[in-house]
């Protein structure tokens, strides 16, 4: 069965901290994406990654990095959380070709930025 | 609080009844559409999908409708049941690029 786990499903942290998101996909997929989702704005998507140490900024990059040094995970970095910030965030993951076809989400990570 | 305007429209249906969730999409290149179902506190599962190439698709008691001349697409679930109440969106695929719609809440009532 497919699976794309994140790190915590609730996380509460005070502005200006660095706050790390985990993704990690057991499918062997070579994509993988992050979002956020907010209150009838629907999925925004951050970065994504297409392959080892490749990544892409999204629609809305600003505030956020990310890391992909193995093929399973993809980390997403807040590099000084702002109240902003306070979203659930999505991992997903697809097979190739690259970005198409079904993404497969994690359970989410919801973001309290105090 | 929440602004107006960003709160999700709902459609309330009775248990049993045809469902009908609409969705407009934006991109006329887009070739590729699926819909998912978002239960409180868990990520999006996918429920279907349809090519630009087919204007209907069927599921188990779903049914996808794909109308490129107006850019809208529906689903539609078959005797809506208590386990269906969740949010549904559509997305929008063209090139590398996935787009959402912001969703819309199935409460269903008993």
């Known amino acids: 069965d497919v699976k794309v786990t994140q790190s915590s499903r609730y996380l509460v942290k005070r502005t200006g901290e660095k706050v790390f998101l985990e993704c990690v996909q057991d499918m062997d997929h070579e994509n993988m994406f992050w979002y956020r989702q907010d209150p009838g704005l629907g999925l925004r998507l951050i970065y994504f990654?297409?392959?080892?140490?490749?990544?892409e900024k999204g629609d809305i990059p600003e505030g956020y990095s990310v890391s992909r040094e193995k093929k399973e995970r993809f980390s997403l970095i807040l590099e000084s959380a702002s109240t902003n910030q306070t979203s659930m965030y999505l991992c997903a993951s697809t097979p190739p070709p690259r970005g198409r076809g079904e993404q497969f989400f994690g359970p989410g990570t919801r973001l309290t930025v105090l | 609080g929440e602004s107006v305007g960003l709160h999700l429209p709902t459609l309330s249906v009775q248990e049993g009844d045809n469902s009908i969730i609409n969705c407009a999409y934006s991109n006329s290149a887009s070739d590729y559409f699926i819909w998912y179902k978002q239960e409180s506190g868990k990520g999006p599962q996918f429920i279907i999908d349809?090519?630009?190439?087919?204007d209907k698709r069927q599921g188990q008691r779903v049914t996808v409708l794909l109308n490129k001349t107006v850019k809208h697409l529906s689903l539609q679930i078959a005797a809506t049941q208590p386990g269906d109440s969740a949010v549904y969106f559509c997305a929008e695929n063209y090139g590398q690029n996935f787009v959402f719609g912001p969703g819309t809440r199935l409460s269903v009532l008993p």
């Open positions: 990654s297409y392959d080892v140490k490749m990544k």
């Open positions: 349809i090519r630009s190439n087919m």
